[in-house]
């Protein structure tokens, strides 16, 4: 079984876990943290640290353990792994920074990504786990872990701000415990973190506490040489040393690599033999100009040409050459710490003239190129060297770098440093061999001089003193470099003489000098030698520094210098030697001389005499005072090598034995202040060690104290009488020390005497600190400086009173200062007493509880008259920083339940001096004062400190009797809490001390709660504005952004829950119980709190969302009794609702609690307004739905559709639901946003045109808002007005601009009387129906869209849409974006409907299909001549309906023949709204299903190929020169069918002998069917006349073969129909032109020509012949609608396009080709060509018939007094009347007195965008029937009708016949017969009565009989010669309504019938 682990309780997965095959598996990775909580048999139970909440199994082999700590143990328990907090950090920041590593992937190549930051990014990760990696293996030193440390936390610090995360605060590289320290503390490491890591560019880190430290004063430079790659083929010495060019002087000594003549890779010596490190240099040596410059000396033959062959006993040192490396800046200035790599340099070796070798460096560098040349070498480099530069201190330097710096030579600075160390031990003389001046001596050249250089001890015995260079032994004598035949040689080398301390005094040098001849073998010729003494022998004082000439003596026997006792006494000097009269030894050489430079740096000698003087004063006590007035002109450094001496000399000259001053006791002590204040500079600060060092161990004059104190207080009685106040103040400075003097004194005297005279001492420091206060307490400018200075310097000597005097007492002392200081003093002033108060709370007497009492109050007391005053708030603040700091930590050390009476006294004492004016100094300050951040912590740190009896004190302290103080103090603190919550005063990234104040507040707040209820809850104390404070500040609170813990990664929300829980449940709590509190108070919070309290509902937290909901109802409640209603309630909490989901608050899990406990609140409480409420619910979580909706799609521009649906849905829920008017304008305007960044400029203009019509043209005033200014309601309305038009214009629907210019003409006419806009207006009119007629304009397609699955957002649900496509959009395109808005949706096909399994899924499903639109009835164009340019527009806009064709096959597919059982389910579809309209979509509300039989199906197909010709021969005959080609190919693929079969198939299918036996039902649409074929040929007649006229030579033979078939097509139709042979010949057809008509003018066009003339067609139709035709004709009635396409406005034709779309499945029957040209849809003529009795001529007019098509009758039966008057039928929406008409007219005369209305014009669906066929291109044209091959791959087109004609001016027109019963013709042979499409069962619209107006003039004669031949034989109906058969059939409704009619001038020619 299972049991609870307990050494087992963390671990890492060692391997992956798939987890695949075991239950309740926990799915690891590896590398991923897991806490056990159970074992069994091998397998372990946790949870990963990624997801807590997750638990499961995993085996205990793929873990391996690590040891853990417990915190919490118990059911909360936390593991934590025990390891270094720094790789635990690691860790945890590298799984942090994974996951946002990838997120800055998936952006990249986005505007958002940055490659920078990602490459950066994951180099520091990088760089963090290979680190991490080298402190888990535990094989670095301690000081490699350190710098490791710090690297990663540093680049951790980086990493955060990079990408915006938290700081990390951090104590010397470690994260801080919050706990831990104070807010104050917090805050302050919070500061200097950031500053820190703000001033690093590459995330040197956040060190939140820096060491206390000064900037290093030592830089050390590590130097290695690497290479020499010069061949000098003998020994060469290089010395290196660092030369400061600015200065123009060497400043190290020089370090030695000595090279073998083999070379510099064949020397090895030593172990570090050419490494060295040049020591203590300052800050200013790597700031300056500074060089390492390398000499060569060449040690071997005098001259480099000698042969090598040639043997001597003697090397000599000659120089070589000279190399410069520049120490660049880069290389020198290295950052504290910073780890730098050796940075190499090369150079080159330049030579000279040996007499400038001296000088060659600065000859180098001044660039004088005449005197210097570069060497030759083989190699491409010359010297390389590397360098590396270290800071601190050497010891820790070393210590730092221990494989660096262990063993290598040190390399010292000529001269001090700029620290001196007290423990430096330095005897180290430099001479420099300058220059001398030697005489020639007889030779006939000069002399090769080599000077040797010795140390020499008193007894003439060499010391091993002399180094050439560092980094070898010493030597007891030097040889010089050797100048060839150079009587005055220059050298400029340096040597240093390391003579023992001991030794020094007797000590001298001596320089031998010596001819180095080349002829005489074996011999360097003595010729004479110098000498210098050390140091005086009278004074005791070294040989000073400087440049010195010495004589020169002769000698050439070494034999003679071996007693130096005999040249000593010779003076050494030339100057020296001038005056001198005695004879000597050795013979001085008077013209010659040697310069050599010397420098001391020791630290037991020196060179002052008055320093001496002063050591020896016993030896002269005469002259101590004059030895006193020197001592402060005595070197500093002089004086601290010799510290101890001189203290001791002092304090024996200050008093006597038996303690009495002496008359150089002032003098004393001025020497004495002199050298404390030495201490004082950086140099020499080091030396304070040895000063307490000589305190404490050497110091023993025990009767100082009194002299010492006399003279501080001697000192500061003077200051008001004295002008010089700088020994005052250097005196003040050095109380400290003096204290320290005055202490050590008193008790060396205490301890000799066992405590006497203590009361007297006290007198003395009582009388001291009286003299201090009275001094501070004066105001004499003259002595400021003096008391700035004492403030400053007070505590020093305070500390040192506390160890004679109680805390007590020196608190006492102190804070009598502080009081004496006055309050109303300068600033300086003031800034010295808080200072001194800031060092005193930060000293060892606010440890004491006496001291820290006394001086407490006395500070508050400071501080709070500052506060008020707003003086010094910067420093007040630090210091009451310091203040809650100290006692913080005195009350954390000593909290065990409860304080000690003495901290809780101390913290009632800042409460109540403090409290209050911080509150109100808090809230008149900006948030970015400087002060504003330290004043904040400073409350926080109060509130902090304060426990319940504190604040009760508090609360007591300021009620007093009518409660006017504690009421300001609550509303103050509430207010402040508000405005830190609300506009925190913390930056964002400092998390952990915005969750530590927010902690704070919180226990606050519980606190501030009790007065509020206890006191001004009371009847007649009743504070509203209180409360409300409290309450808004709860709400503000708990919505805080840095407390929504859904926000966070896992593993911070945890370690938030872990360490506070979660506050906001706290704080609601909080708020419910004070909502309680309230009671009958509530209705005061109403409706100002509905807000706040829903955005406290909204919290993403189910239990505080629980508790707080019921508020609403008590709300409800509250008003419902007060007022009789809740709408104040509803009003807020509506508006309320709609901003703050918008601010991305509130789900769906809100929604439905708060439908829940609501509505259960109401059926449980039952009260009287139940039904209200419960409506008012639920109508809320409606809206609630919405705005969910709408929030979850604003980003993205994918979701811009869905943006625009769920603004739809709030827009009409508040203008229907809950009547708001600005919320529904609101949203108006939202919607309005969306539509033009999409290009939807219609759409947005319906949708102003919602906010226009809540308008009316009056003079009302209306208010400001964002969008328009205060203006009256008429100068809104036109502002709208003209921005609807503008994207009319834009959206080029100028028909729906027109009607509002209209409106806005008629205002500027008749009520404003504005004619310059009434004259813009009617421009702007004018120009839009100029658009109509000559812009070009692409009908959008239409979609059907269904959207089915429960995965898909509630609004689009199981719904099925219309979409209006954008322009040129085809289906392909539409499809991608929908699936771009929806990516998760698969695609549906489109033509099987989904089930309920798919409806009731969870995944997302989308079905797509094209749709037709069927146009709305328009009765303004009723029996009216409309241009078809203007009809176009509404065949596809203002539209409800559409339809989709699906084909079946009932029975199988025929393989022979497929039209034999084509059937067409056809689909049509009702929307709630029509298109265009506010959105580019509508929900679709309904849809009915038809079927189409075959034979109706092949009338479609034959009816849309006739159309198709009919619109070609228009557009040729209007565009003549138009490329042929197309329609060529048209004409070749109707006539000469040889893929489809043609004419052949269709009378297979339907003429055979048995198929009207088989499906008599049928007969109407066989008839018809022989109908079109006639009237296809009389089409095609026409079509190949005009094509012959146009063709050219080059088609012609292909024409006169187009004609040839189409006589053998004729002749297979004459057959079917019967047709007489009336028509021309074929002759007639050929390619010569007919002559023009005889009734028509040459230059009238044919709309003119043929209005003059009149026309047949206007003829009224007869009724219906029998029930079933009735039928139909009703049908169609009901149904239909007039269809208004047109051709573009610029022609009269349509344009052919080939349909090739995969979903154009089923439309093969129903779909023609769009042309080619400027038009990208089909456009048909829908009217008549007519004369008009107005006389004007549109080029087409519309006509709604009533009959599918007319033979039309002779004239003889025109009543030519009557002009038939056609109407519209009824709406197709209106109830069917089956049975109307029992029987049908038979007769003309009947059908003329007859008042039935006849049908619309059909309506024709919106076609998909198909690509122009080009003109000059070949073009696919699709036969008139369907091919079987295309079966399953067309669309669903719509079914349309086509207008049929016989020449260029074609027009529809349609007559009805009777005479036919049952499908066959009727017995009255002169009644033509009426085919019907349909078996409709409808009844026939109303008869149309007699037109009144005359008889139009027809040149053709109606037929006078009609056959039809039912027999199976011949089924050929029997029609006139001047048949004329037109046709508008309406495919997308359920019937069809043709017309037919032939314009005269496509009819064969025949002569005008006879009058």
Known sequence: MWTPTKNQKFGVAIYNFEAEHVQQALRLDVGETVQILEECCGWYRGFSTKNRNLKGIFPAQFIHLKPFKIDNEGIYETVTPVEDPVVQEAASVLREWGQIWKDLYVVLGTPHGDQELWDAVRKTMMDIADWRKMLITGTLTSDQIGQIKLKITRKIDWGNRRLGLDLVPRVDGEMVDPDAVSVVELYRVHVLSAETSQGHTQGLGTLAKKKDRRKAQSHHLFFCMRDFSYHLGEDAEVFFSLYDACKGKFISERFLVKLSKEGFFNYVEKIHSNCTIFTDLGSADLSSELYIVAHVVRVGRMLFSESVKKSSSHSYRRPHGVALFRLAPSVLQGADGEVRNDVELTGKLFSSDEKDFWQLPELVLKKQSNKYSIMSNNASYGLVVSVKVVHGELEQATKENPLLLKNVCITKKLGFSDVIMPGDVRNDLYVTLNSGEFERGGKSVAKNIEVTVLALDVDGQPLECIYSGMGHEGSTEYASMIMYHNNSPRWNERLKVAIPIDQFGGAHLRLEYRHCSTREKNEK???????????????????????????????????????????????????????????????????????????????????????????????????????LSRVTRVDGAETVKFLQDVLDALFAMFSTDDGNSTQHSGHVFQALVFIFSLLEDTKFEHFKPVMDAYITGHFAAALVYKGLISCVKHLSDLCPQNEKQEPIMRCFRSLEYIFKFIIQSRLLFARATGGQNEDSFRIDVDNLFESFAHMLNMHLENIENSQITLLEHLQGACDQLCQVLSPGEVANHLSNLFNATPFESTRELTRAKLNAMKNSVNSSLFDDDDGRAVLLETICTHLRQHLEGRQELRLCGDVLSDLVIVIHKHVKSHYSGRLPPSLHQDVETVMLTLFDVVVQLILSLERTAPSSGTLVACLMGILQLMEEAHYSRLWDANVGADAHRLRHLLYSTTVLLSDLVRAAVFPSDWFVMRMVTNHTILTAMQEIAQPLISTFLKQGRFDNQLWSNYLNLAVGFLTQPCLQLEHFSQQKRHKVLERYNDMRVLMGFQILSMWHNLDDHRLHFIPGMVGPFLEVTLVPEPELRKATLPIFFDMMQAEQQAKGNFKQVETELIDKLDILVSENKGDDEYRQLFNTILLERVRSNDPVWRESGTAFINSVTRLLERLLDYRNVMQGDENCDKRMSCTVNLLNFYKNEINRQEMYIRYIYKLHDLHLPAGNFTEAAFTLQLHASQLAWTQRMLHADHLYPAQTETQR?????????????????????????????????????????LSEVLKRQARFYEEILSCNRHDNEYFRVGFYGLGLPLFVRNKAFIYRGLEYEQIRDFTQRIQTEFPQAKILPPNTPPDDTIRSSDGQYIQICAVKPIPEPNPKFDGLEVDERILKYYAVNHVRCFFYDRATYRGGADKDNEFKNLWIERITYTIESELPGILKWFEIIDQRIEQLCPPQCACETVEKNNKQLKQMSLQYRANPHDNIQPFTMRLQGTIDAAVNGGIAKYQDAFFGPDYLHMYPENSEHVNRLKVLFNEQTLILEGALELHGKIAPLANQPLHRRLVEVFEDLRNKVRKICSTPQSQRSVSSLQSTPPPPLTHRRADSDPATEFRRIGSIINSPLPPLPSDKCAASLSSSSTSGHSSQRSSQASSLYAHFQSASHDDELYAKPQEWDEGVGGSQRDSRPRSAFITDSRGSSPKSLTKSLNSDYVIVPSSKAVDDSQRWRHSRPPSPHAPRNSGTHDSLNTSWSDS?????????????GSEKQIRSVSLGGEEDVPPPVLPKRMGKKCPSPAMYGSDQFLGDDVDGCSSSGDGLSNGLPASTPTTPPLLSPRNHRTPPPPPIPPKTTSTPITPLSPPTSFTLNTSGDDLTPTTPTNVIVDQHLDGSHNSLHENYSVPTRLQPQLPPPSQ
């Open 1277 to 1317: 309305k036109e502002l709208i007005y003209m921005k609807i038009i503008e994207n009319f214009d834009k959206g080029k629907c100028w028909e729906e601009g027109i009607p509002l210019l209209e409106e806005l003409a008629a205002q500027y006419r008749i009520r404003l009387f504005d004619y310059q806009k």
């Open 1792 to 1804: 003329q007195g007859s008042q039935e209305s006849l049908p619309p014009l059909p309506p024709r």
């Open 525 to 627: 010729k003595l010729f004479g030698f110098s000498f210098i003494r050390l140091m005086d022998d009278e004074g005791g004082t070294t040989f000073r520094d400087g440049s010195h000439e010495l004589c020169v003596y002769k000698c050439d026997e070494r034999a003679r210098l071996n007693n130096p006792a005999e040249y000593l006494t010779m003076p050494f000097l030339s100057k020296e030697a001038v005056d001198c009269i005695y004879s000597l030894p050795f013979q001085r050489s008077p013209k010659e001389f040697i310069v050599i430079d010397t420098l001391l740096c020791s630290t037991k000698l020196t060179q002052n005499v008055d320093l001496l003087s002063l050591l020896r004063w016993r030896s002269a006590p005469d002259g101590i005072g004059e030895t």
